[in-house]
Protein backbone atom coordinates (compact mmCIF):
# COMPACT_ATOMS: atom_id res chain seq x y z
CA UNK A 1 0.00 0.00 0.00
CA UNK A 2 1.13 3.45 -1.33
CA UNK A 3 0.03 5.32 1.77
CA UNK A 4 -1.81 4.97 5.23
CA UNK A 5 -4.94 7.34 6.70
CA UNK A 6 -6.65 7.17 9.71
CA UNK A 7 -10.21 5.78 10.66
CA UNK A 8 -12.41 8.70 10.11
CA UNK A 9 -10.34 11.10 8.64
CA UNK A 10 -7.96 12.53 5.58
CA UNK A 11 -5.42 12.33 7.24
CA UNK A 12 -2.21 10.57 5.43
CA UNK A 13 0.05 9.22 8.40
CA UNK A 14 2.29 6.72 6.56
CA UNK A 15 3.72 6.26 3.36
CA UNK A 16 4.95 2.75 1.91
CA UNK A 17 6.27 2.98 -1.04
CA UNK A 18 8.43 -0.50 -2.08
CA UNK A 19 9.95 0.74 -5.42
CA UNK A 20 11.73 3.50 -3.23
CA UNK A 21 14.52 3.28 -0.87
CA UNK A 22 13.60 4.55 2.58
CA UNK A 23 16.04 6.48 4.15
CA UNK A 24 14.97 7.46 7.50
CA UNK A 25 11.12 7.99 9.12
CA UNK A 26 11.17 11.02 11.43
CA UNK A 27 8.35 12.14 13.49
CA UNK A 28 6.81 13.73 10.40
CA UNK A 29 8.38 13.22 7.72
CA UNK A 30 9.32 9.91 5.48
CA UNK A 31 12.44 10.29 3.72
CA UNK A 32 13.67 8.16 0.61
CA UNK A 33 16.39 8.00 -1.65
CA UNK A 34 16.46 8.24 -5.30
CA UNK A 35 18.56 8.55 -7.75
CA UNK A 36 21.18 9.99 -5.95
CA UNK A 37 19.02 12.56 -4.18
CA UNK A 38 16.52 12.75 -1.21
CA UNK A 39 12.85 12.51 -1.41
CA UNK A 40 11.18 14.54 1.74
CA UNK A 41 7.67 13.18 2.61
CA UNK A 42 5.81 15.55 4.82
CA UNK A 43 2.83 13.35 6.42
CA UNK A 44 0.12 14.51 8.73
CA UNK A 45 1.62 12.98 11.62
CA UNK A 46 2.00 15.11 14.68
CA UNK A 47 4.09 14.63 17.98
CA UNK A 48 3.28 16.57 21.08
CA UNK A 49 5.94 16.31 24.33
CA UNK A 50 7.69 13.80 21.98
CA UNK A 51 5.16 11.42 21.37
CA UNK A 52 3.97 10.87 17.79
CA UNK A 53 -0.03 10.27 17.92
CA UNK A 54 -2.06 7.46 16.65
CA UNK A 55 -4.12 10.22 14.53
CA UNK A 56 -2.95 12.86 12.44
CA UNK A 57 -4.29 16.37 11.35
CA UNK A 58 -5.40 16.18 7.82
CA UNK A 59 -3.41 18.58 5.23
CA UNK A 60 -0.31 19.41 7.85
CA UNK A 61 2.19 17.81 5.42
CA UNK A 62 0.94 20.38 2.60
CA UNK A 63 1.20 23.31 4.42
CA UNK A 64 4.63 22.14 5.53
CA UNK A 65 6.30 21.52 2.61
CA UNK A 66 4.23 24.79 0.58
CA UNK A 67 5.07 26.90 3.63
CA UNK A 68 8.89 25.92 3.32
CA UNK A 69 8.48 26.02 -0.44
CA UNK A 70 7.27 29.83 0.01
CA UNK A 71 10.35 30.91 2.77
CA UNK A 72 12.78 29.15 0.78
CA UNK A 73 12.15 30.99 -2.58
CA UNK A 74 11.49 34.40 -0.36
CA UNK A 75 15.40 33.58 1.84
CA UNK A 76 17.35 32.85 -1.94
CA UNK A 77 19.07 35.79 -1.92
CA UNK A 78 20.39 35.08 1.60
CA UNK A 79 21.40 31.52 1.27
CA UNK A 80 20.46 28.53 -1.57
CA UNK A 81 18.81 26.01 -0.34
CA UNK A 82 18.61 21.95 -1.07
CA UNK A 83 15.05 22.51 -3.02
CA UNK A 84 15.60 20.57 -6.63
CA UNK A 85 11.60 20.42 -7.39
CA UNK A 86 8.07 20.24 -6.12
CA UNK A 87 6.62 19.16 -8.96
CA UNK A 88 5.85 15.68 -9.12
CA UNK A 89 6.46 15.63 -13.32
CA UNK A 90 9.70 16.25 -12.85
CA UNK A 91 10.14 13.59 -10.45
CA UNK A 92 12.28 10.29 -11.28
CA UNK A 93 10.62 7.35 -12.75
CA UNK A 94 10.24 5.33 -10.13
CA UNK A 95 8.06 7.71 -7.92
CA UNK A 96 5.73 7.93 -10.71
CA UNK A 97 3.30 5.19 -9.60
CA UNK A 98 3.02 7.64 -6.07
CA UNK A 99 2.53 10.72 -8.03
CA UNK A 100 -0.97 11.46 -6.29
CA UNK A 101 0.25 11.05 -2.95
CA UNK A 102 3.74 13.12 -2.94
CA UNK A 103 1.33 15.77 -4.73
CA UNK A 104 1.58 19.10 -2.71
CA UNK A 105 3.33 17.33 0.48
CA UNK A 106 7.15 16.27 -1.42
CA UNK A 107 10.11 17.98 -2.10
CA UNK A 108 13.26 16.54 -4.67
CA UNK A 109 16.10 18.07 -2.74
CA UNK A 110 19.74 17.95 -2.78
CA UNK A 111 21.28 14.67 -0.69
CA UNK A 112 23.41 17.25 1.31
CA UNK A 113 25.12 16.44 4.64
CA UNK A 114 23.58 18.00 7.57
CA UNK A 115 25.60 19.64 10.00
CA UNK A 116 25.06 18.31 13.56
CA UNK A 117 23.42 20.96 15.30
CA UNK A 118 20.03 23.00 14.89
CA UNK A 119 20.38 27.32 14.96
CA UNK A 120 17.64 28.84 16.96
CA UNK A 121 16.81 32.40 16.97
CA UNK A 122 14.67 34.01 19.30
CA UNK A 123 13.32 37.05 19.33
CA UNK A 124 11.03 37.66 22.28
CA UNK A 125 10.84 35.73 25.59
CA UNK A 126 9.02 32.71 25.58
CA UNK A 127 8.44 29.03 26.07
CA UNK A 128 11.20 27.26 28.27
CA UNK A 129 13.40 30.67 28.00
CA UNK A 130 10.67 32.30 30.68
CA UNK A 131 11.70 29.55 33.15
CA UNK A 132 15.33 29.60 32.40
CA UNK A 133 15.64 33.72 32.31
CA UNK A 134 13.77 34.13 35.45
CA UNK A 135 16.51 32.16 37.44
CA UNK A 136 19.72 33.28 36.01
CA UNK A 137 18.84 35.87 33.53
CA UNK A 138 19.90 34.68 30.51
CA UNK A 139 19.01 31.85 28.05
CA UNK A 140 20.70 29.06 26.91
CA UNK A 141 24.00 31.12 28.35
CA UNK A 142 22.97 34.18 26.69
CA UNK A 143 22.57 36.98 28.80
CA UNK A 144 20.00 39.47 29.25
CA UNK A 145 18.93 42.60 30.51
CA UNK A 146 16.53 42.11 33.65
CA UNK A 147 12.99 42.89 34.19
CA UNK A 148 12.26 41.48 31.16
CA UNK A 149 8.76 39.72 31.27
CA UNK A 150 7.14 36.72 29.81
CA UNK A 151 5.84 37.54 25.37
CA UNK A 152 7.93 40.45 25.99
CA UNK A 153 10.62 41.26 22.54
CA UNK A 154 14.32 40.57 23.21
CA UNK A 155 16.78 44.01 22.59
CA UNK A 156 18.45 42.21 19.71
CA UNK A 157 17.28 38.41 18.36
CA UNK A 158 19.52 36.02 20.13
CA UNK A 159 21.04 32.94 18.41
CA UNK A 160 21.25 29.95 20.58
CA UNK A 161 22.32 26.54 19.16
CA UNK A 162 21.31 23.00 19.83
CA UNK A 163 22.30 19.35 19.16
CA UNK A 164 20.09 17.50 17.20
CA UNK A 165 18.28 14.52 19.42
CA UNK A 166 16.81 11.85 16.85
CA UNK A 167 14.59 11.30 19.63
CA UNK A 168 13.33 13.44 22.97
CA UNK A 169 14.80 16.81 23.34
CA UNK A 170 17.49 18.20 21.86
CA UNK A 171 20.01 19.57 23.90
CA UNK A 172 20.87 23.31 24.11
CA UNK A 173 24.64 23.89 23.21
CA UNK A 174 26.88 26.64 23.41
CA UNK A 175 28.40 28.77 20.54
CA UNK A 176 32.25 27.50 21.51
CA UNK A 177 30.55 23.93 21.49
CA UNK A 178 28.99 24.76 18.78
CA UNK A 179 32.20 25.66 17.19
CA UNK A 180 33.99 22.68 18.87
CA UNK A 181 31.88 20.20 16.38
CA UNK A 182 31.72 22.58 12.56
CA UNK A 183 34.56 24.44 13.56
CA UNK A 184 34.89 28.22 13.91
CA UNK A 185 34.32 29.34 10.63
CA UNK A 186 31.13 27.35 9.67
CA UNK A 187 29.74 28.76 13.09
CA UNK A 188 30.22 32.44 12.24
CA UNK A 189 28.77 31.49 9.21
CA UNK A 190 25.69 29.92 10.22
CA UNK A 191 24.95 32.70 13.03
CA UNK A 192 25.10 34.97 10.49
CA UNK A 193 23.08 33.43 8.09
CA UNK A 194 20.78 32.51 10.55
CA UNK A 195 20.01 36.17 12.06
CA UNK A 196 20.01 37.27 8.70
CA UNK A 197 16.51 34.98 7.81
CA UNK A 198 15.01 35.33 11.18
CA UNK A 199 15.40 39.40 10.50
CA UNK A 200 14.34 39.08 6.71
CA UNK A 201 11.19 36.63 7.98
CA UNK A 202 9.96 38.61 10.91
CA UNK A 203 9.76 41.61 8.86
CA UNK A 204 8.68 40.31 6.10
CA UNK A 205 5.65 38.64 8.67
CA UNK A 206 5.07 41.93 10.80
CA UNK A 207 3.91 43.53 7.23
CA UNK A 208 1.49 40.60 7.79
CA UNK A 209 -0.10 41.23 11.10
CA UNK A 210 2.20 38.17 12.45
CA UNK A 211 5.08 38.19 15.11
CA UNK A 212 7.72 35.34 14.73
CA UNK A 213 8.86 34.70 18.10
CA UNK A 214 11.45 32.17 17.79
CA UNK A 215 12.45 29.37 15.17
CA UNK A 216 14.90 26.96 14.13
CA UNK A 217 17.08 26.50 11.05
CA UNK A 218 19.06 23.73 9.55
CA UNK A 219 22.36 23.85 7.36
CA UNK A 220 24.08 21.27 5.11
CA UNK A 221 27.28 21.36 3.17
CA UNK A 222 26.58 20.33 -0.74
CA UNK A 223 29.44 20.05 -2.83
CA UNK A 224 31.59 22.16 -0.56
CA UNK A 225 28.66 25.10 0.02
CA UNK A 226 26.62 25.27 2.56
CA UNK A 227 23.05 25.90 2.21
CA UNK A 228 19.38 25.74 3.71
CA UNK A 229 18.30 22.20 4.57
CA UNK A 230 14.78 20.57 6.15
CA UNK A 231 11.56 22.77 6.83
CA UNK A 232 12.04 26.66 7.23
CA UNK A 233 9.62 28.64 9.33
CA UNK A 234 6.61 26.52 9.53
CA UNK A 235 4.34 26.34 12.15
CA UNK A 236 6.28 22.67 13.38
CA UNK A 237 9.71 25.43 13.87
CA UNK A 238 8.69 28.60 14.66
CA UNK A 239 6.56 30.39 16.74
CA UNK A 240 3.62 32.42 15.05
CA UNK A 241 1.67 35.18 16.65
CA UNK A 242 -1.34 37.18 15.93
CA UNK A 243 0.14 40.93 16.17
CA UNK A 244 -3.65 42.31 16.80
CA UNK A 245 -4.06 39.72 20.34
CA UNK A 246 -0.34 40.35 21.34
CA UNK A 247 -0.12 41.10 25.15
CA UNK A 248 3.60 41.12 27.25
CA UNK A 249 3.20 39.11 30.17
CA UNK A 250 1.23 36.26 28.66
CA UNK A 251 1.55 33.71 26.79
CA UNK A 252 0.16 33.95 23.28
CA UNK A 253 -1.83 31.56 21.43
CA UNK A 254 0.68 29.85 18.92
CA UNK A 255 -0.19 29.19 14.96
CA UNK A 256 0.57 25.27 15.89
CA UNK A 257 0.30 22.33 17.76
CA UNK A 258 -0.49 24.23 20.86
CA UNK A 259 -3.78 23.60 20.98
CA UNK A 260 -2.94 19.81 20.93
CA UNK A 261 -0.49 20.20 23.88
CA UNK A 262 -3.82 22.22 25.45
CA UNK A 263 -5.75 19.48 25.34
CA UNK A 264 -3.06 16.71 26.25
CA UNK A 265 -3.22 18.44 29.30
CA UNK A 266 -6.70 18.23 30.35
CA UNK A 267 -5.92 14.15 30.31
CA UNK A 268 -4.81 11.85 33.04
CA UNK A 269 -1.73 10.61 30.56
CA UNK A 270 1.98 10.47 31.57
CA UNK A 271 3.17 11.56 28.24
CA UNK A 272 4.88 8.47 27.39
CA UNK A 273 3.59 6.70 24.31
CA UNK A 274 1.08 5.84 23.25
CA UNK A 275 -0.69 8.57 23.50
CA UNK A 276 -4.14 9.00 23.08
CA UNK A 277 -5.92 9.60 19.71
CA UNK A 278 -7.18 12.98 19.86
CA UNK A 279 -10.74 13.79 18.85
CA UNK A 280 -12.19 15.12 16.12
CA UNK A 281 -13.22 18.85 17.37
CA UNK A 282 -9.41 18.64 18.60
CA UNK A 283 -8.26 17.62 15.05
CA UNK A 284 -10.30 20.05 13.15
CA UNK A 285 -9.56 22.92 14.88
CA UNK A 286 -6.00 22.21 14.84
CA UNK A 287 -5.81 21.78 10.90
CA UNK A 288 -7.74 24.88 10.48
CA UNK A 289 -4.98 27.04 12.67
CA UNK A 290 -2.25 25.46 10.20
CA UNK A 291 -4.19 26.99 7.45
CA UNK A 292 -4.99 30.05 8.99
CA UNK A 293 -0.85 30.47 9.51
CA UNK A 294 -0.38 29.75 5.59
CA UNK A 295 -3.27 32.04 4.08
CA UNK A 296 -2.31 34.57 6.77
CA UNK A 297 1.77 34.49 5.42
CA UNK A 298 1.55 33.98 1.79
CA UNK A 299 -1.80 35.22 1.40
CA UNK A 300 -3.34 32.23 -0.19
CA UNK A 301 -5.31 29.72 0.75
CA UNK A 302 -4.23 26.39 0.66
CA UNK A 303 -4.65 24.55 -2.69
Same mark, same amino acid.
Given at each position: /????????????????????????????????????????? #????????????????????????????????? /??????????? /???????????????????????????????????????????????????????????????????????????????????????????? /?????????? #??????????????????????????????????????????????????????? #?????????????????????????????????????????????????????????????
Amino acid at each position: /MPKSRNPNSDAVTRTDFPDLKLHNRGKVRDIYEVDGKILLV #ATDRISAFDVVLPNGIPNKGRVLTMLSKFWFDF /MKHIIPNHVIS /MDVREYPPPTKPYRDILSGRSMLVKKAKPYPVECVVRGYLAGSAVKEYKKTLSVCGVKLPSGLRESEKLPEPVFTPSTKAESGHDINISRKE /MANLIGEQKT #ALLIDKSLAIFNAASDYASSRGIILSDTKFEFGEYEGETILIDEVLTPDSSRYWL #AETYEVGKPQTNFDKQYVRDYLETLAWDKTPPGPVLPPEVVARTEEKYKQAYKLLTGRDLV
